[in-house]
C-alpha cells in the first residue's frame, strides 16, 4: 500500500469520527416525526358535521379555493392548550383561512375551551369517531396540515406550532402558496 | 404494615397489571378460528404510532385501538390483507410497517450490512494474505540475548524456563 504508516494509523479515527457525528446528528432528529405521504396528495373527500352546529356539514369542498391550516386539535390535549395563544394570532392574519378538525374530542368540552379560551377557527370539524382523522394520517394533537388552494395537503405540521415552525416552515410556505394565486 | 397486607398488594398489582396489559380481543367477533388467526397476525405486522415500538395488538393507546377496530371493519368487509396493509400505508407512510418494504429508499436499510461484511472481510483476507511467514520469529540477536537472560534470570542455566508457566517465582536453591 503506497499508503504511509501514520496516515494508516488515523483511518480508525476518522472511522470513529464519521460515527459519532452521524449518531449526533441522530440525537437532533425526532422520531415521533413520522413524515406523511400524504404531502402532495389532494385531501381525502370527507363530510363531517361542524362542532357549532350539528346539522352543518364541513366537507372537503370547504378547503378549495382558499389556502387553509387545518388544525387538529382537542381539548383533552394539553400541547394544544399550549398552542392556542398562537392560534389566536394566526387567525388574526389575512392570506389563509384557519380550519379546526376537533379530533376524539366531546363536543361540550370542545365548546367550553373554545368559549373561555376564544375561537380562532373559521370552522370547526368535529371528529369524535377518529373517521377523518384515520383518512388524513393524524396520530396524535396537535397537528396542522397546510393545504392550498387546490386542495393538495402541501405540509403538515406534527406538533404545535412554535416561533421556529412558523418562521421556517410555514409562514414562508403561506407566503409562496399565496404568490401562486 | 404487615406482611400479609403487602403480599396482596402485590397480588393486586401483578393481577390488575396483567388485566391491563392483556389486550381483549373479546370485544371482536369472528366467524371463525383462522379468521382470528389472521386478525392476530396482521395486527402483530402492524406499528402503533403513538407508543413506537408497540404493534397494534400489544399497544393500550387509543389510537391503536381506532386502527384495530379500522382493520377490524374492514376485515369483516371482505377485504383482504395486501388492501389493509396498502389502506394504512396511504395514511401513515411505510412506517406503520414492521417490515420495511424493499424499495430504493431502503436498499442501504437491506443490504448495507452485508455491504459492511464484504468490505470487512475484504480487509480481513488481505491483512491474512499479506501476512509475511515467519516474520513473527525474527528477532534480533539482542533481544535474543535478553530474552535468554531473563528466562534465565532466577536459575544458572536455560533448564529454568521450565518454572515459567507456574507463575510463581521459583526460589533460588
Known amino acids: 500500500m503506497a499508503m504511509s504508516k501514520s496516515v494508516r494509523y488515523l483511518i480508525p479515527l476518522v472511522v470513529f469520527a464519521a460515527l459519532a457525528g452521524l449518531l449526533v446528528w441522530g440525537l437532533g432528529q425526532d422520531p415521533r416525526e413520522v413524515p406523511s405521504p400524504l404531502i402532495g396528495k389532494p385531501v381525502p373527500t370527507f363530510s363531517l358535521p361542524t362542532l357549532e352546529d350539528p346539522n352543518r356539514a364541513f366537507t372537503d369542498a370547504d378547503l378549495r379555493g382558499k389556502v387553509s391550516l387545518v388544525n387538529v386539535w382537542a381539548s383533552w390535549c394539553s400541547a394544544c392548550r399550549a398552542e392556542h395563544q398562537s392560534l389566536m394570532a394566526l387567525s388574526e392574519m389575512p392570506g389563509f383561512q384557519l380550519i379546526g378538525l376537533n379530533w376524539k374530542d366531546d363536543a361540550a368540552d370542545a365548546k367550553q375551551v373554545l368559549a373561555i379560551s376564544g375561537d380562532p377557527y373559521t370552522m370547526v370539524g368535529y371528529d369524535p369517531d377518529n373517521k377523518v382523522g384515520i383518512d388524513w394520517g393524524v396520530y396524535g394533537a396537535p397537528e396542522t396540515f397546510v393545504v392550498d388552494r387546490q ?31 | 404494615m404487615s406482611p400479609l397486607i403487602k ?63 379500522e382493520v377490524y371493519r374492514m376485515m369483516r368487509a371482505g ?42 472481510g475484504f480487509f480481513m483476507l488481505r491483512a491474512i494474505l499479506n501476512r509475511k511467514p515467519g516474520a513473527d520469529d525474527a528477532i534480533s540477536d539482542a533481544d535474543r540475548e535478553r530474552l535468554q537472560a ?24
Do not use: H, M
Open chain 1, 151 to 181: 386542495g393538495i395537503i402541501r405540509y403538515k405540521q406534527i406538533g404545535p406550532i412554535d416561533r421556529k415552525a412558523w418562521e421556517e416552515k410555514l409562514q414562508p410556505l403561506l407566503e409562496k402558496l399565496n404568490a401562486e394565486g
Open chain 2, 7 to 69: 403480599t396482596l398488594l402485590i397480588a393486586a398489582v401483578l393481577l390488575f397489571g396483567t388485566a391491563a396489559s392483556a389486550f381483549t380481543l373479546e370485544e371482536f367477533q369472528f366467524d371463525s378460528p383462522a379468521q382470528e388467526q389472521q386478525f392476530r397476525t396482521l395486527i402483530g405486522k402492524l406499528r402503533c404510532l403513538v407508543c413506537q415500538n408497540e404493534s397494534l395488538a400489544a399497544s393500550q393507546a387509543e389510537l391503536a385501538q381506532d386502527l384495530r377496530n
Open chain 2, 79 to 120: 377485504k383482504s390483507q395486501s388492501e389493509i396493509i396498502d389502506y394504512l400505508v396511504a395514511r401513515y407512510g411505510d412506517f406503520v410497517l414492521y417490515d420495511p418494504p424493499l424499495r430504493p429508499s431502503t436498499y442501504v436499510l437491506w443490504f448495507g450490512p452485508f455491504v459492511i461484511i464484504l468490505i470487512a
Open chain 2, 150 to 173: 531473563l528466562l534465565g534470570a532466577d536459575a544458572a542455566g536455560p533448564s529454568a524456563t521450565g518454572s515459567l508457566p507456574g507463575g510463581e517465582p521459583k526460589q533460588p536453591t
